[in-house]
C-alpha cells in the first residue's frame, strides 16, 4: 500500500521534479559560462556542492510533503477499493491541501444527494408494496364472496338442469383462478420481506399435503386427477411458505393435465434420508416438459411451449417457489419427460434452514 501510494504521489509530481532538475542545469551552465569569461572565479567544488544541495532539498521536500499527505492517498486507495459500499466517501478524511479539501466536500455533497434519492426511491417503493397488499387483501374478499354464491347456488340448482350447474362451476373454477393469481401477486410483494414474514418449526410433510389436497378437491374431481401420499417426513421449515410452494406444483400438475384424457395420478412421495434431513418428491402425468424448455423454467415470466398453449401461465409460479426455497435453505430441482409427466423434489438438508438468509443469492431464478 505505501509503495503505492507512494508511486501515485510522485506521479503527480513528475513535471515539478523534471522543472527543478532543468533549472538545477540552468544554474550549473550559468557557473559554466563564468568560469570561461572569468577563469578561477568559481570553484569546481562549489559546482558540485550546489547541486548536491539542490537535490538534497527537492528530495527533503518531496519526503516532508509525502508524509503529510500519506494517510490521504491511503485512504483513497481504500475508498476506491469499496466502491460497493453507500459510505466508501466517508473513508476520505485526511484532507491536507485546499484542493484535496474542495475534493472531499464535494464527494460528501453527493453523496449526501444520492442517500437522499436512494431514501426517497424507498419510501416510494414501501409505499407502493404497502398498496399492493392493501389492494390484493382487499380483492381476496370479493373471490370468497363469489365462491360462497357459486356454492348456493350449486345446493339449490336441481341436479337436472346440468348445464346449469356446469356454468356456476366454470364460475367456481374463474374464482378459483382469481384466488390463485392474488395469492401469487401477495407472495411476489411478500418476498422483499421474507425474513420478516418467517416462522419456523417442525412440520409434518403429510399433514401440510393433506391440506393442500383438500383445498384442491373440487379441481381434482373436476380434472379426474387422484392425489396419493407415500410415506411421511417431519421438517424444520416455514409451514405457510412451502404451502405455497406445494401449491405451484399441484396448480401446475392440474393446469397441464387437462389436455390429457382418462384419470390420472398426482403422487406425493415422502422420504427421511440417511444422515438427517428429508425429500418431498410431487410427480405428475401431465404434458411434460420440452427438454430445451427444462433449463429455463425457474426463470422469471419464462412460459415455454406449455405456458404458450394453454394461455393461462404467467410464468412466475416456479420462480417464486425456486425462490422460497433458497431463501429456506431448500434445494429444488426438476425431472420431466414429455408426454408422460414431471417429477419435482424439494430436498430438506438438516443444516440448510439455518443458513437461508445466504442460499437465496446464489440460486438461480424460477419460473
Not at 171 to 191: F, I, K, S
Request: net charge positive.
Amino acid at each position: 500500500m505505501n509503495r503505492r501510494s507512494a508511486a501515485l504521489y510522485l506521479r503527480d509530481r513528475i513535471t515539478f521534479v523534471i522543472v527543478y532538475v532543468l533549472m538545477i542545469g540552468f544554474g550549473v551552465g550559468i557557473m559554466l559560462l563564468e568560469e570561461k569569461r572569468y577563469s578561477g572565479v568559481v570553484d569546481l567544488g562549489n559546482k558540485y556542492y550546489f547541486v548536491v544541495l539542490s537535490l538534497f532539498f527537492v528530495l527533503l521536500w518531496l519526503a516532508v510533503d509525502y508524509t503529510r499527505q500519506r494517510d490521504y492517498y491511503k485512504q483513497l486507495r481504500h475508498a476506491t477499493e469499496c466502491t460497493g459500499e453507500l459510505q466508501a466517501a466517508a473513508i476520505v478524511q485526511s484532507v491536507v491541501t485546499c484542493e484535496q479539501r474542495l475534493v472531499s466536500q464535494l464527494l460528501a455533497a453527493q453523496q449526501s444527494a444520492y442517500l437522499h434519492e436512494l431514501g426517497k426511491y424507498r419510501r416510494q417503493q414501501e409505499l407502493h408494496n404497502h398498496f399492493v397488499l392493501q389492494w390484493v387483501h382487499h380483492m381476496k374478499t370479493p373471490v370468497s364472496v363469489i365462491d360462497l354464491l357459486a356454492q348456493e347456488a350449486l345446493q339449490q340448482i336441481p341436479s337436472t338442469v346440468e348445464d346449469q350447474k356446469q356454468l356456476v362451476l366454470s364460475m367456481q373454477e374463474e374464482a378459483d383462478r382469481m384466488a390463485r393469481g392474488l395469492e401469487m401477486m401477495l407472495y411476489t410483494a411478500r418476498l422483499d420481506k421474507f425474513e420478516i414474514d418467517l416462522h419456523l418449526k417442525k412440520t409434518s410433510l403429510r399433514e401440510m399435503i393433506r391440506t393442500i389436497i383438500n383445498a384442491h378437491k373440487r379441481l381434482f374431481i373436476r380434472h379426474s386427477l387422484f392425489p396419493r401420499i407415500e410415506g411421511d417426513a417431519w421438517v424444520e421449515t416455514d409451514e405457510k411458505w412451502m404451502t405455497f410452494v406445494v401449491n405451484q406444483f399441484v396448480s401446475n400438475a392440474i393446469k397441464y393435465r387437462k389436455n390429457k384424457p382418462g384419470a390420472k395420478k398426482i403422487v406425493f412421495q415422502l422420504e427421511e434420508r440417511a444422515g438427517g434431513g428429508s425429500k418431498l418428491s410431487v410427480t405428475d402425468e401431465g404434458i411434460g416438459i420440452a427438454p430445451h424448455d427444462l433449463s429455463r423454467i425457474f426463470d422469471p415470466f419464462f412460459t415455454g411451449e406449455n405456458g404458450r398453449a394453454a394461455g393461462e401461465s404467467t410464468g412466475m409460479g416456479l420462480y417464486l417457489a425456486k425462490q422460497v426455497c433458497g431463501r429456506l435453505g431448500h434445494r429444488l430441482t426438476v425431472k420431466s419427460d414429455l408426454g408422460v409427466g414431471t417429477t419435482f423434489t424439494v430436498i430438506f438438508e438438516p443444516q440448510g434452514i439455518h443458513v437461508f438468509g445466504n442460499t437465496a443469492s446464489g440460486d438461480k431464478h424460477t419460473k
